[in-house]
């Protein structure tokens, strides 16, 4: 996983949860939390410290991801090219549907060793599109979240419904609905 997450996600506790609560969490998971944003790290890390968080807080770990997706959607479209193909999207859904076409491809482009989430999609049309969420790293309320942040960057609303399809969360149906 790309050191940015790392950088974001730690950025997030000490914003909500201050300094304090942060190292809290560093030190139960004896993480120096020395990250840099282009740096590849095991996703078990992260894992490990959304879990600590959890217990520490009382908020649930899915709970704790979907704030993070929210949150981080903002930083992480800033980091795009200028000049790609997705400067052009005037909603949501047309930015989630170059997701995969575009931003997974990047992604491999610049680091080989990367391996982001899949997302393949069914169904789509103007005000709605159906794809599977497909992780080795089961964090679809990130994926929920950076949905919410999406649309809150682009000042829509969208319905979101998810279906765990194996109960692992590796696997999982979105339907998302521009309302409105």
């Known amino acids: 996983m790309k050191g ?26 004896q993480d120096s939390g020395i990250y840099t944003s282009v740096g590849s790290y095991d996703h078990k890390n992260l894992v490990k410290l959304i879990v ?9 770990p899915e709970d704790l991801q979907r704030v993070f997706g ?19 999207c005037k909603n949501s859904l047309q930015f989630i549907k170059l997701v995969e076409d575009y931003i997974h491809i990047e992604v491999k482009k610049l680091y080989a060793e990367a391996n982001p989430p899949k997302f393949v999609f069914f169904s789509e049309s103007e005000s709605e599109v159906v794809f599977d969420y497909q992780s080795a790293r089961c964090m679809s309320h990130v994926c929920l979240g950076l949905l ?33």
Do not use: W, Y
């Not at 730690?10 to 190292?23: H, I, N, P, R, S």
């Not at 959607?73 to 800033?78: G, H, I, R, T, V």
């Open 70 to 88: 929210q949150s981080v959607f903002d930083n992480l479209f800033a980091t795009l090219p200028e000049a790609n193909s997705l400067g052009g």
């Open 148 to 180: 919410e942040g999406c649309a809150r960057h682009f000042g829509e609303t969208l319905a979101i419904e998810m279906k765990d399809k194996t109960g692992a969360g590796d696997d999982v149906r979105f339907h998302v609905v521009l309302e409105g």
């Open 4 to 29: 940015i997450i790392f950088t974001e996600f730690l950025a997030l506790v000490e914003e909500k949860f201050g300094l304090e609560q942060l190292d809290a969490i560093l030190d139960e998971a």
């Open 52 to 60: 600590i968080l959890s217990k520490q807080t009382g908020i649930s």
